[in-house]
């Protein structure tokens, strides 16, 4: 049951989300994203599909933006907008508790600064959707929230929305967001996968990942994977979910994959040199 947001609450967060477009100002919105303070604005990796692109504030004034950091295997980017008027908004160092009320903002299907209300329904991994924990909420979503704010009633962000599953709004929680921002350095495969169900003839449905993109010049690129491969494991191990193949990535430089290509049920394997990047802490 929805609940009545206090003024100021819902102003703050409308004034602290800005809307990602793909292209000039007269492009359609793919997202939404939170302003950390600094210029800096967090959002999902699969909002930030180009290098540049145009944010707009809560008062209409749009600045372009480019991304700074993105990890597709926890779906979070960092951007950097020049001159954008608009408060920081403070991630929570506290886990919201089931039961606890929750307040998402964001742009679906273009509704420009929508809030939705809502209780936690739970926190914590979800079966099929690997060793990720989730915020799962009752707050209503569309395309165009995925990279908005989740937030408890004093204005905390408790987490990064992301996508809706079985009628709930997942968000990546906040320590997630922090792990995000603090890392030094990672070693990166250059690749954007999305978690799908692999059925084959020969076994049952099992968890898979799906290559939707690659980066130009990345490690991927270079072991000629292809976007529509579907990556099944990892130094022998299964990959089930974006957090296994981040494991797998970081137990050494060169790891070896299993996967299918085109529907053909055949394993193929590749060994891959990965990308190692440095980084420079954004907390």
């Known amino acids: ?5 206090p003024g ?12 990602i477009r793909i292209g000039g100002t007269d492009a359609q919105g793919s997202g939404s994203g939170l302003v950390l303070g600094a210029g800096q604005i967090i959002t999902n990796a699969h909002v930030a599909m ?18 700074v950091r993105k990890d597709p ?22 886990e919201p508790k089931a039961g606890a009320a929750v307040i998402a903002v964001g742009n679906p299907l273009g509704f ?34 995925s990279g908005g704010p989740l937030a ?43 978690p799908v169900m692999l059925r084959s003839p020969r076994r049952a449905p099992h968890p898979a990942l799906l290559i939707l993109e690659l980066t130009a010049g990345g490690a991927a690129e270079r072991a000629s ?11 022998g191990q299964a990959l089930q979910s974006p957090e296994d193949l981040a494991g797998a990535l970081a137990s050494g430089d060169i790891v070896s994959f299993g996967f299918h ?7 193929r394997r590749v060994t891959v040199e990965l990308t190692a990047n440095k980084r420079a802490s954004a907390a």
């Open 261 to 267: 290509r085109a529907g053909d049920a055949k394993l």
């Open 50 to 67: 180009a290098e540049n692109m145009t944010v707009e504030a809560w008062d209409g004034a749009a600045r372009k933006a480019r991304v």
């Open 1 to 5: 049951m929805p609940f009545p947001v």
């Open 152 to 194: 408890d009633v004093l204005g905390q962000i408790v987490g990064i929305n992301t996508m809706i599953a079985g009628g709930l709004a997942l968000a990546i929680p906040a320590a997630s967001v922090q792990r995000f921002l603090s890392a030094k350095s990672q070693r990166e495969l250059g690749v954007t996968v999305r």
């Open 73 to 94: 295997y926890s779906d979070l980017a960092l951007l950097s907008a020049d001159g954008l008027d608009a408060p920081p908004a403070a991630l929570s160092n506290n």
């Open 225 to 235: 994977l292809l976007p529509g491969d579907i990556l099944v494991e990892a130094g």
């Open 112 to 145: 420009i600064g929508a809030v939705s209300t809502g209780f936690v329904q739970a926190v914590g991994v979800i079966r099929g959707f690997g060793w990720r924990r989730w915020v799962q909420a009752d707050v209503r979503l569309a395309p165009g929230n």
């Open 8 to 19: 100021r609450i819902a102003e703050f967060l409308r004034r602290a989300t800005v809307q």
